[in-house]
């Protein structure tokens, strides 16, 4: 496994690569960083060359400038950067919760860079009728991590969306853990209303050379956030959602089954 990085407007950005074959860039969501897709791309790494990074911010990639400039375009736009300094083939993406909004975002506006999007339960509320009480919501856990600090804004935030803490098998290590406590002040304080608030432009996934894969864990439930937000895109694009193994994180709790689904799916694009 090599670890490199990439300057970028803005940013400096922390990314690992390992294996060979075609790309498949992974993309994680909220405090989470590459280390949470470490057994998912030790399992491809025979059949693909696997990019996992740390999203702008988070863990070893720096930011500059305000917080509140922040945008899943921002970030989507990190991910072109990405792909253009590892390769200049369409690539397969995978992107989880948050990351797979800014890879939603990515193949809406820079479509030749991709080959096949898994979009892993993205929680894009904006597609739900009750989109305005997601948009309150946000705005309630901005004004409690304002008010009270991250950990009961995090409580909050994992009562409403119907998440508790990790699955079982997807805890992270040590240092990794210790990454993800620090990313949280950037998650509860910011990217919270961004990710949830997003709306995905679907007549450019509709209509765009890259397909686009909705994923959804086989355990999550239709009381969470982003199994409705993903059942709702799928939807919105005229497609049926894509089963995975385990729950949100099944990537984590279940690498092996995982891997062997998504190589499935990435095989029959």
């Not at 990439?6 to 498949?24: H, N």
């Not at 009750?130 to 909050?156: C, L, N, S």
């Not at 709306?199 to 959804?216: F, I």
């Not at 982003?226 to 990537?251: D, K, N, Q, T």
Request: one cysteine or more; a negative charge; proline letters at 9%.
């Amino acid at each position: 496994m090599q670890t490199r990085t990439l300057e970028v407007p803005g940013a400096s950005l922390y990314y690992e690569v390992r294996g060979s074959g075609p790309v498949l860039l992974m993309i994680p969501g909220g405090p989470m960083d590459a280390a949470g897709f470490a057994p998912l791309a030790d399992a491809l790494a025979d059949r693909y060359t696997v990019v996992t990074c740390d999203c702008r911010g988070n863990s070893r990639s720096t930011a500059e400038g305000p917080k509140d400039d922040l945008t899943v375009g921002v970030f989507a736009d990190d991910a072109h950067r990405l792909l253009a300094a590892v390769t200049s083939e369409p690539a397969y993406v995978l992107g989880s919760s948050g990351g797979a909004s800014y890879a939603l975002d990515l193949v809406a506006r820079y479509p030749e860079q991709v080959r096949t999007l898994v979009a892993h339960e993205p929680p894009a509320a904006a597609l739900l009728p009750d989109a305005a009480h997601w948009r309150a919501f946000t705005e309630e856990i901005r004004d409690i991590y304002r008010r009270d600090g991250v950990f009961p804004a995090m409580q909050k935030f994992g009562e409403g969306v119907g998440l508790g803490g990790p699955e079982p098998g997807a805890e992270p290590g040590p240092e990794a853990m210790q990454r993800m406590m620090g990313n949280l002040e950037l998650f509860a304080g910011y990217t919270i209303p961004v990710i949830t608030n997003y709306s995905p432009d679907l007549e450019a996934l509709r209509t765009s050379p890259a397909r686009v894969v909705v994923g959804v864990g086989d355990e999550s439930t239709p009381d969470q956030l982003a199994y409705r937000s993903a059942v709702a895109l799928a939807a919105g694009l005229g497609i049926e959602p894509v089963p995975f193994p385990g729950a949100h994180g099944g990537f984590a709790s279940h690498p092996e089954t995982f891997a062997a689904r998504l190589h499935e799916v990435l095989s029959n694009s």
